[in-house]
């Protein structure tokens, strides 16, 4: 079994940046590729970013790229966002999920996971 809590939100203007965390417990953080999810309010759960079981590879949606980082430490169980120029479209309820087996990280985007974190409300104003 795992469980996963994810904090790091918040209220912030344009422009600035907030990092997120989630933090895995029960079963072994490396066995799992790992992944990013947002929903802003009266749309679709969205993908965000994943990584590897190891962090040697990731994987961006356009709309985040170059702005987003995905990163994990292993040691700690925890996995990491750190969202830079944010934007009033960023502003979305932000779960992280854990997907079996860890090699397959593109398939993370298919939002095809085996657990989910309940969320984390980051807020972007004008």
């Known amino acids: 079994q795992v469980q996963l809590v994810e904090s790091g939100g918040g209220l912030v203007h344009t422009g600035e940046s907030l990092t997120l965390s989630c933090v895995a417990s029960g079963r072994i953080l490396a066995s799992y590729a790992m992944g990013w999810f947002r929903q802003a309010p009266g749309k679709e759960r969205e993908f965000v970013a994943a990584v590897s079981w190891n962090g040697g590879n990731s994987y961006y949606a356009d709309s985040v790229k170059g702005r987003f980082t995905i990163s994990r430490d292993n040691a700690k169980n925890t996995l990491y966002l750190q969202m830079n120029s944010l934007k009033t479209d960023d502003t979305a309820v932000y779960r992280c999920?854990?997907?079996?087996?860890?090699?397959?990280?593109?398939?993370?985007?298919?939002?095809?996971?085996?657990?989910w974190g309940r969320g984390t409300l980051v807020t972007v104003s004008s």
């Open positions: 999920g854990a997907r079996f087996p860890g090699h397959e990280y593109q398939a993370v985007a298919g939002g095809d996971m085996n657990y």
